[in-house]
């Protein structure tokens, strides 16, 4: 395969650690509230985040009032934003890797998370981006592997889908993708070389 494209995953490639357990972990210590049961309160709701059917205030007033906490959105909203642990190596990757090859990403994803990483400054390497709470579809259903090829164009035999989810890679392999299992940095340049990519 002559390798043409990349998509990639956001949380878990890009971060150190998944977002969700970050933030589970900082909310808990925030309100005093153990860790268990933020766990079971955050992950029933999350996915009115991830499809866009809640905004974060939303989402903050209702994890409130089932955690029996009170606070102001401001604080959550600037603690939802510290959980985001970067994974430089990778950044530094997406910088370098060459022009010609096209580049997506297709996250589950969530607002203010969304609109934050778009400030970033190598964010602009990405040819194409599919955020779920933006399209209201999210992985693994085959609606949001079809919007991120449409938008990336590139047909699919001839790009990689790089995931730290199984079940996403499966389902990105059943869409026509190459995957690939992210597990570090290095293994996955290693891969690259194997398709012909050399990074400075």
């Known amino acids: 395969m002559e390798l043409q494209g990349i998509v990639f995953d956001w949380g878990g490639i890009f971060t150190l650690g998944t977002f969700d357990g970050q933030v589970v972990r900082t909310i808990s ?8 049961h933020v766990s079971n309160a955050y992950f029933a709701r999350v996915e009115k985040l991830e499809l866009g059917e809640w905004d974060l205030e939303t ?7 089932q955690l029996s906490v009170e606070g102001s959105y401001k604080v959550f909203e600037a603690l939802f934003l510290s959980a985001v642990n970067p994974n430089r190596p990778m950044y530094d ?30 964010f602009d390497r990405f040819d194409a981006v599919v955020f779920s709470n933006e399209v209201g579809v999210k992985k693994p259903d ?10 990336l ?48």
């Open 29 to 36: 210590e925030q309100y005093r509230v153990p860790l268990s």
């Open 59 to 65: 989402f903050f007033e209702d994890l409130s009032r």
């Open 93 to 122: 990757l997406l910088a370098a890797l060459p022009p010609g090859l096209k580049v997506g990403l297709l996250s589950n994803n969530y607002p203010v998370i969304s609109n934050y990483l778009r400030t970033g400054n190598r």
């Open 142 to 151: 085959r609606g949001a592997f079809e919007l991120i090829d449409q938008r």
């Open 153 to 200: 164009s590139v047909p699919a035999p001839a790009a990689l889908f790089v995931d730290d989810n199984p079940a996403n890679l499966e389902a990105a392999e059943a869409f026509g993708y190459t995957p690939h299992l992210f597990l570090d940095t290095q293994t996955f340049v290693r891969t690259l070389a194997r398709y012909g990519v050399r990074l400075p």
